[in-house]
C-alpha cells in the first residue's frame, strides 16, 4: 500500500485517541451520557458504507464498516468495530508533467506503464485491500473518574498497523467540566513489493532496493478540557503532540530530474526525515439553538511540525430538525496547508542529490474545500442517514517552474476533486 494508506494510518491513530478522548469527556454533557436502565445489557449497532471516486479516473474507494456497543451495566461498556477498505485506481507517482510521452518502471521493477505528453504522471497500480479491526472498552470507575482503552490492528497488502491507547477523564464543577489525559503507541511495518527503494537512486537501477521492510513507531499524546458554559452551549479545547520515529518516505514516490530545456533526464526515488513531532491545538463549540433544537457545530484546528508544515482547518455543522424525525446538515470545511521544508516540484540536473525530497502534492502547499449535505430519517424505529459531499484540492506552487520547451504550458500543479457518498444505520 502506498503512503496514502500510511497517511491513513496516522489519521487512525489520532482519531482513536481523540475517539477515546471525546469519549471521556461525554459526561460533561450532564446527565445524557448515564445510561437508563432499559439501555443496560442492551446492543447497539452502527452500519456504514462509504463510496469514493476521485477525477481523472484516479483513487475510487469502498469501504464497508460495522459497529457493537455492548452496554455491560451502568459503569462498564465495550465496543468493537470491523472495516473492510477497496481501493483501486491510479495515484500521482511525483514526477512532472512534460511536453513528450513519459514511461516508467512499475514499483515492484515487474513492467512499465506510459503517461501521454501534458498528462500528470499516474501510477496505475494502485490497488489494495485493508481490514481493521478494533476494540473499545470504558469504565466509570466513581462519580468523577472515567476510565477507557483500546487496541486495534489494520493489515494490507504491504502494511500492518498495530495500536494501544488509553485515556482518563475526571469531572469537576459539578460535572460542567472535564479534564481528560490520553496515550496511544503504534507500531507499523511496511513491506512494499520489491524491497525498499534507495532514496535518491535512480529508478531504473537495478540495484536501488535495500532492506525488504521498514518499521515505524509513533507515540501520541492528547490532553482535553470541555466545558458546559450553559444549557445550550458546549464547548472543547484540545492539545495534541506526537513524536513519530522510523521509515517515513514513501516508496513509491520519485522526482524528476530536470535539465535547463525542461526535459526529465532521470527520475529518483524521494526520501523523508525518519523523525517528526507534530503538534496541534483544537477548539470546538457546539450550540443548541433553541426552542427550534437545530444544533450548530463549529470547530478549528492548528497543526505544526518540524517538517515545516503548519495548516488551519476550519469546520461547520448545522443540524437542523425537520417534521416527523427528519434532519437535514448541511457541512462546509476548509483546509489551508504549508509545505514541508523538503517539498520540491523537481531536481535541477547537474546540482547534487538533497539529503530529504518529495514531490508529493500532499506535502506541498495547498487548499482544500469540503462542502456537504446529511439527510437522515428514521427506519422501522431507527436512524438511517446519507452524506453527499464533494471535495477539492487546490495545490498551490511557483508557476515559473515550468521552464524550457520540455514543461512549457504544462500544469505542475493540477486541482483534484473527488465526491463522497456515506450511509449510515443504527439500531
Known amino acids: 500500500m502506498q503512503l496514502k494508506c500510511k497517511s491513513k494510518t496516522f489519521a487512525n491513530i489520532s482519531l482513536t485517541l481523540a475517539a477515546a478522548?471525546?469519549?471521556?469527556?461525554?459526561?460533561?454533557?450532564?446527565?445524557?451520557?448515564?445510561?437508563?436502565?432499559?439501555?443496560?445489557?442492551?446492543?447497539?449497532?452502527?452500519?456504514?458504507?462509504?463510496?469514493?471516486?476521485?477525477?481523472?479516473?484516479?483513487?475510487?474507494?469502498?469501504?464497508?464498516?460495522?459497529?457493537?456497543?455492548?452496554?455491560?451495566?451502568?459503569?462498564?461498556?465495550?465496543?468493537?468495530?470491523?472495516?473492510?477498505?477497496?481501493?483501486?485506481?491510479?495515484?500521482?507517482?511525483?514526477?512532472?508533467?512534460?511536453?513528450?510521452?513519459?514511461?516508467?518502471?512499475?514499483?515492484?521493477?515487474?513492467?512499465?506503464?506510459?503517461?501521454?505528453?501534458?498528462?500528470?504522471?499516474?501510477?496505475?497500480?494502485?490497488?489494495?485491500?485493508?481490514?481493521?479491526?478494533?476494540?473499545?472498552?470504558?469504565?466509570?470507575?466513581?462519580?468523577?473518574?472515567?476510565?477507557?482503552?483500546?487496541?486495534?490492528?489494520?493489515?494490507?497488502?504491504?502494511?500492518?498497523?498495530?495500536?494501544?491507547?488509553?485515556?482518563?477523564?475526571?469531572?469537576?464543577?459539578?460535572?460542567?467540566?472535564?479534564?481528560?489525559?490520553?496515550?496511544?503507541?503504534?507500531?507499523?511495518?511496511?513491506?512494499?513489493?520489491?524491497?525498499?527503494?534507495?532514496?535518491?537512486?535512480?529508478?531504473?537501477?537495478?540495484?536501488?532496493?535495500?532492506?525488504?521492510?521498514?518499521?515505524?513507531?509513533?507515540?501520541?499524546?492528547?490532553?482535553?478540557?470541555?466545558?458546559?458554559i450553559n444549557r445550550q452551549t458546549l464547548m472543547q479545547l484540545n492539545y495534541s503532540i506526537s513524536d513519530v520515529s522510523g521509515y517515513q518516505t514513501d516508496p513509491f514516490k520519485i522526482l524528476s530530474v530536470i535539465d535547463s530545456d525542461g526535459w526529465a533526464n532521470d527520475y529518483v526515488y524521494e526520501n523523508r526525515p525518519d523523525q517528526r513531532t507534530k503538534q496541534s491545538l483544537f477548539w470546538r463549540t457546539k450550540y443548541n439553538l433553541q426552542p427550534s433544537g437545530q444544533v450548530l457545530d463549529v470547530s478549528y484546528r492548528y497543526f505544526w511540525d518540524d517538517w515545516g508544515m503548519a495548516s488551519h482547518t476550519i469546520d461547520s455543522k448545522w443540524r437542523m430538525s425537520l417534521a416527523n424525525s427528519h434532519f437535514i446538515e448541511p457541512h462546509i470545511r476548509y483546509y489551508n496547508q504549508q509545505a514541508a521544508d523538503f517539498y520540491r516540484v523537481y531536481l535541477d540536473d547537474g546540482q547534487p542529490i538533497p539529503e530529504y525530497m518529495t514531490a508529493d502534492y500532499r506535502l506541498g502547499e495547498l487548499q482544500t474545500y469540503t462542502i456537504g449535505l446529511k439527510y437522515g430519517f428514521p427506519v422501522a424505529g431507527n436512524e438511517f442517514s446519507v452524506r453527499l459531499e464533494y471535495y477539492l484540492t487546490q495545490v498551490s506552487g511557483d508557476e515559473s517552474l515550468a521552464k524550457g520547451v520540455g514543461m512549457t504550458g504544462v500544469d505542475l500543479y493540477p486541482d483534484k476533486s473527488a465526491i463522497m457518498l456515506q450511509s449510515f444505520y443504527r439500531f
Request: glycine letters at 8%; hydrophobic letters at 35%; aromatic letters at 8%.
Open 21 to 228: 478522548t471525546c469519549a471521556l469527556v461525554a459526561p460533561a454533557m450532564a446527565e445524557l451520557s448515564t445510561p437508563e436502565v432499559s439501555e443496560i445489557d442492551s446492543w447497539d449497532v452502527d452500519l456504514g458504507l462509504l463510496i469514493y471516486a476521485e477525477s481523472d479516473d484516479q483513487v475510487q474507494a469502498y469501504e464497508g464498516a460495522l459497529s457493537v456497543t455492548k452496554q455491560i451495566d451502568d459503569e462498564r461498556s465495550i465496543n468493537v468495530k470491523g472495516v473492510i477498505d477497496v481501493l483501486t485506481g491510479a495515484s500521482p507517482n511525483g514526477a512532472v508533467a512534460q511536453n513528450r510521452a513519459q514511461t516508467f518502471t512499475r514499483p515492484s521493477g515487474n513492467g512499465t506503464y506510459t503517461t501521454a505528453a501534458g498528462d500528470t504522471p499516474l501510477d496505475d497500480t494502485f490497488k489494495d485491500t485493508r481490514v481493521a479491526l478494533s476494540s473499545q472498552y470504558q469504565q466509570q470507575l466513581n462519580r468523577q473518574w472515567l476510565y477507557s482503552g483500546g487496541a486495534n490492528v489494520s493489515k494490507e497488502y504491504d502494511y500492518l498497523a498495530l495500536s494501544i491507547n488509553s485515556a482518563l477523564a475526571r469531572d469537576f464543577n459539578n460535572r460542567n467540566t472535564t479534564a481528560s489525559v490520553g496515550f496511544s503507541y503504534a507500531y507499523d511495518t511496511i513491506e512494499p513489493e520489491g524491497g525498499i527503494p534507495n532514496p535518491g537512486a535512480p529508478v531504473d537501477d537495478p540495484d536501488n532496493r535495500l532492506e525488504d521492510s521498514e518499521t515505524k513507531q509513533t507515540l501520541d499524546l492528547l490532553l482535553g478540557l470541555t466545558q458546559v
